[in-house]
């Protein structure tokens, strides 16, 4: 793993700001790059072409967000190479304004990848064929996989009878719904297990 990182770094050295290899053993061991946002279709063309690298299959592209960075967006690619048996990952940040060029053109696959972390987090993948939310509703607003996004949501759907219809509301918690049980499990439990006793002192 580490020819096939020092062999990366001497073909990408003026793209790829930092690289370490991870895992406990050889069977394990996987290299993570760092690049810069807007060579991101050169670093994975050249992994996928390049004859002692062979990543050939494009596995995820995900999202994660860190809102206290300038650049609160990683996204992150793990490709395979089935022939030299290795993983790679490679990691770009970008914020809420910059796009990361699309990789559709290089591996089709990224197509629904890149739209899911658009829909989840509002990273923009410039030049991509159809840039639209996937897994939300019609008309979802916001990004619910942010940091920052509410665990309760802003709207709720139900099925109104009287209407025969889907309704949109903004979410309610009326406080007889909310259970605040500060209990541990072993406390409420109208049983005990082998081994969970009390001791008296």
């Known amino acids: 793993m580490q020819d096939l990182k020092d062999h990366i770094i001497g073909a990408l050295s003026d793209v790829v700001t930092s690289a370490q290899i991870t ?3 050889k069977a394990d061991e996987e290299l993570t790059l760092n690049v810069r946002r807007a060579k991101i279709v050169d670093v994975i063309t050249f992994l996928r072409d390049d004859p002692i690298c062979k990543f050939t299959s494009l596995i995820d592209i995900a999202g994660v967000d860190y809102p206290e960075r300038a650049s609160r967006f990683e996204v992150v690619y793990h490709m395979l190479s089935m022939q030299h048996n ?40 410039e030049n991509h064929p159809d840039l639209r939310r996937i897994l939300t509703d019609y008309g979802f607003e916001g990004y619910p996989l942010r940091k920052d996004f509410p665990l309760s949501g802003f709207v709720e759907v139900r099925y109104d009878e009287e209407r025969k219809a889907v309704v949109y509301e903004p979410v309610n918690l009326p406080q007889e719904y909310r259970s605040f049980d500060f209990m541990s499990p ?4 109208k049983y005990i297990l082998p081994g969970d006793e009390k001791v008296e002192g």
């Open 23 to 25: 895992g406990g053993g």
């Open 186 to 189: 072993w406390e409420g439990a």
């Open 86 to 125: 290795h993983r790679i990952r490679i990691k770009v940040q970008t914020s809420e304004a910059d796009p990361v060029h699309s990789i559709c053109t290089v591996f089709p696959n990224a197509d629904w990848y890149e739209r899911e972390a658009f829909d989840m987090y509002g990273i923009i993948f």
